[in-house]
């Protein structure tokens, strides 16, 4: 399984996941701080961001 594949599968399995419940999100928010999960947000950016090299 490619990495695009594997993406693809994963997106599919999200999607079609329930929403979530008020309680729910709730403990994640708990479990999983914001500053946690803007720190993960932004190296994923990062990551998608093409590089360049000076010449």
Do not use: F, N, W
Not at 9 to 29: G, K, M, N
């Amino acid at each position: 399984m490619t990495a695009e594949e594997r993406r693809s599968y994963i997106r599919r399995i999200v999607d079609a996941a329930p929403p979530l419940s008020a309680e729910d999100a709730e403990t994640l928010r708990v479990l999983i701080p914001l500053g946690a999960r803007a720190a993960a947000e932004r190296t994923r950016q990062r990551a998608r961001t093409p590089r360049t090299t000076a010449a």
